[in-house]
């Protein structure tokens, strides 16, 4: 298809926003993910205003992984954010200084840290999980039951696509 031949009788028409279609980024995936982390970004910091954990990428995974895995390396952290050490770092200094968090040394490695929740970080986690089900729930909706095991299937199978390029 040519820039000046019609569309097929079956293509979606051109999405249009304010006016303006977005050329060449309608069919991107990488523009749909950008906006949409943008949006949900913005909705959950918006719900978790009132926490210390609030703003910024990263935080919620590490509070979460810290409390489900107690004694977890940064190392193990930045795995699954796919970020690097130092980035990971300021992620867990930010935590240690909120106090929700704790360092230690690792009982098998003395130059590793050994991470933990603290009991206010544990209430927080649970805090946390509770407003990510709402969002889920809420933000979501739209979407049918069926349609969304389908999107999520397809979401943690990209996910997993790209630990493998990260690797």
Do not use: C
Not at 42 to 57: N, P, S, T, V, Y
Not at 60 to 89: E, K, M, N
Not at 135 to 142: L, N, T
Not at 148 to 163: E, I, S, T
């Amino acid at each position: 298809m040519t820039p000046s031949s019609p569309p097929p009788p079956d293509a979606d028409p051109p999405i249009t926003i304010a006016g303006l279609h977005i050329d060449v980024l309608e069919g991107a995936f990488s523009w749909y993910i950008r906006s949409l982390d943008s949006v949900v970004s913005q909705d959950l910091d918006r719900r978790m205003a009132h926490l210390e954990i609030a703003r910024g990428k990263g935080k919620i995974t590490a509070l979460l992984l810290i409390d489900d895995y107690p004694g977890i390396r940064p190392s193990q952290i930045a795995d699954v954010l796919l970020r690097d050490r130092p980035a990971t770092g300021r992620i867990i200094d930010r935590l240690v200084t909120a106090g929700v968090i704790r360092r230690e040394t690792a009982a098998e490695d003395q130059r590793a840290q050994a991470l933990f929740i603290t009991e206010k970080g544990h209430a927080l986690s649970q805090e946390v999980r509770e407003i990510i089900r709402q969002q889920e729930a809420e933000f979501f909706d739209f979407i049918a039951p069926e349609d969304r095991a389908q999107f999520m299937q397809m979401l943690k199978r990209v996910y997993l696509n790209m630990r493998k390029k990260w690797d």
